[in-house]
C-alpha cells in the first residue's frame, strides 16, 4: 500500500538553528498539506499546495517558515531560526486533489522536533 | 467550516462495541463527516466518511442521525491495538478542502 513519506522522524536542534523536513507524497497525488500538532492537540494546517502552487498558508507563520513544491511532487519544509515554541509533530498528507468526498487525506508518520 | 465536540476520553472493555460520539450542531447541508484516529506517535489514519447515510467499511460503522447534528463511530469489536486519539473532522466539499481537527476522543480499550 502507497504511504506518505516523511523524514527524519525525529530532529533535535538548538533554538535559532536551521531545520528542515522533507515530505514525498503518494505517486500521483496533487495536494500536499503540512501540518503541525503540539502535544495533547489536533493537527493544524500550516500550508497546503496544489501541484506546486501555494493555495492555503494563512496559519503559517512567515517570518520563520517556508515551504517549497518546486516540481509538484515533493516537499520542504523550513523554519529559521528555530525557537523553543516550535517544539511539536510535523505532519505531511496528500490527497487526489479532485473534487469529490474521498479526496481523503492520507498521513506520514510525522517528524518529532525538540528545540533545546 | 463546522466545530465538532467530542468527549475527552473513553474506556471500552476488549471484545466490546466502542461507540464514539461526535456533535456538529452546526453543520452545513454540503458538509460530509470524517472519522480519523492516532495511535501513539504516528499519523493519523482515515477510518471512514459520511454524509448522511450510515456507512461501514472493514475498521467501523459509521451512525450519523437524520438531522445531520451528531454522529456515532462504531468499532463493532474493540482491540487493545484500537487505543488511539480519534478525531472527528467535518469538511466541505469544495474550495480548499481543509481538515479542522479538535482534540479527539481518547480511547483506551482495556483487556
Known amino acids: 500500500e502507497a504511504e506518505v513519506a516523511q523524514s527524519p522522524r525525529y530532529k533535535i536542534t538548538e533554538k535559532s538553528q536551521a531545520v528542515a523536513f522533507w515530505c514525498d507524497p503518494i505517486?500521483?497525488?496533487?495536494?500536499l498539506y503540512w501540518y503541525r500538532q503540539i502535544l495533547g492537540q489536533g493537527p493544524e494546517l500550516l500550508v497546503q499546495?496544489?501541484?506546486?502552487?501555494?493555495?492555503?498558508d494563512s496559519q503559517l507563520p512567515k517570518d520563520r517558515f517556508s515551504a517549497e513544491r518546486l516540481k509538484g511532487v515533493d516537499s520542504t519544509l523550513k523554519i529559521q531560526p528555530a525557537e523553543l515554541g516550535d517544539s511539536a509533530m510535523y505532519l505531511c498528507?496528500?490527497?487526489?486533489?479532485?473534487?469529490?468526498?474521498?479526496?481523503?487525506?492520507?498521513f506520514g508518520a510525522g517528524t518529532r522536533l525538540s528545540v533545546l | 467550516d463546522a466545530k465538532t465536540t467530542q468527549p475527552t476520553s473513553m474506556d471500552c472493555a476488549e471484545g466490546r462495541a466502542a461507540n464514539l460520539p461526535c456533535n456538529h450542531s452546526?453543520?452545513?447541508?454540503?458538509?460530509?463527516v470524517y472519522w480519523y484516529r492516532q495511535i501513539h506517535s504516528q499519523g493519523p489514519q482515515y477510518i471512514i466518511h459520511?454524509?448522511?447515510n450510515n456507512e461501514t467499511n472493514e475498521m467501523a460503522s459509521l451512525i450519523i442521525t437524520e438531522d445531520r447534528k451528531s454522529s456515532t463511530l462504531i468499532l463493532p469489536h474493540a482491540t487493545l491495538r484500537d487505543t488511539a486519539v480519534y478525531y472527528c473532522?467535518?469538511?466541505?466539499?469544495?474550495?480548499?478542502?481543509?481538515?479542522?481537527f479538535g482534540t479527539g476522543t481518547r480511547l483506551k480499550v482495556l483487556a
Open positions: 473532522i467535518v469538511r466541505v466539499v469544495g474550495g480548499t478542502y481543509k481538515y479542522i
Open positions: 499546495f496544489q501541484d506546486e502552487s501555494v493555495v492555503d
Open positions: 505517486s500521483g497525488h496533487a495536494t
Open positions: 452546526t453543520i452545513s447541508g454540503n458538509e460530509y
Open positions: 498528507a496528500s490527497s487526489t486533489g479532485q473534487g469529490s468526498a474521498k479526496n481523503i487525506q492520507y
Open positions: 459520511g454524509l448522511k
